[in-house]
């Protein structure tokens, strides 16, 4: 089944203790983002990917890191987490990017203390 | 930068009723325009998907058109059904990998 996975799902950790939150997809796609979703915001793109090793920032990158190691894997990392990091995030890709529909993960709730 | 805006934030409505849902943009130039729905708990699942040089898409009971100049797009939705109780989400590609959403609109249609 064609599919992006995030994990975990959900999260409560503490002020400044490193985290990652994986995503997969198994559609070859070579397009990655990841987005956060907050109330009365909508989603904000945090950082994209059009292929291995070449990512760019979204509207909202500060606090966050990525990387693009294999096509299929583009985690997202909190080096020092903060509680304004409280969000509930999605990873999406797609084919190639502007032209194509994205496919979205289930998404990530994190709470950060 | 590119604002997203879609009004109303929430809709109720009998079952069987043909519904608009409207998304605005600020910035004309983009690259195409994305109709989403999201269930609660799940991620987002893409409906229509418009290329700038389009009018419209349609998708069985779903029709999306884009108005580029004036910076609207509408999703019409024909005989709701209960089913389609969702939040919908539209989202504009101002350039090859960037995109901008709106905050949606949290559709309900009673049985």
């Known amino acids: 089944e064609a599919q992006v996975t995030q994990n975990p799902r959900y999260l409560i950790t503490v002020t400044g203790k490193k985290l990652t939150v994986t995503c997969s997809q198994n559609?070859?796609?070579?397009?990655m983002s990841w987005y956060r979703q907050d109330p009365g915001l909508g989603l904000r793109q945090i950082y994209y990917?059009?292929?291995?090793?070449?990512?760019d920032k979204g509207d909202v990158p500060e606090g966050y890191k990525v990387s693009r190691k294999e096509k299929r894997n583009f985690p997202l990392i909190l080096e020092s987490p903060s509680p304004n990091q409280t969000s509930l995030y999605f990873c999406?890709?797609?084919?190639?990017?502007?032209?194509?529909?994205?496919?979205f993960g289930d998404g990530t709730r994190l709470s950060i203390l | 930068k590119q604002e997203v805006t879609q009004i109303p934030a929430a809709l109720s409505v009998p079952e069987g009723e043909n519904l608009v849902l409207n998304c605005s943009f600020t910035d004309s130039a983009i690259y195409n325009l994305q109709w989403f729905r999201q269930d609660p708990g799940k991620g987002l699942t893409s409906l229509l998907l418009i290329q700038s040089s389009q009018r419209e898409q349609t998708s069985g009971r779903l029709n999306a058109s884009l108005d580029k100049s004036s910076g609207r797009s509408t999703l019409y939705i024909a005989a709701s059904q209960p089913g389609d109780s969702a939040t919908y989400l539209c989202a504009v590609g101002p350039n090859f990998n960037k995109f901008y959403f709106g905050s949606g609109t949290k559709l309900n249609v009673k049985p």
């Open positions: 990917s059009m292929n291995v090793e070449v990512t």
């Open positions: 999406a890709s797609s084919l190639r990017g502007y032209n194509q529909p994205q496919h």
């Open positions: 559609m070859n796609h070579e397009y």
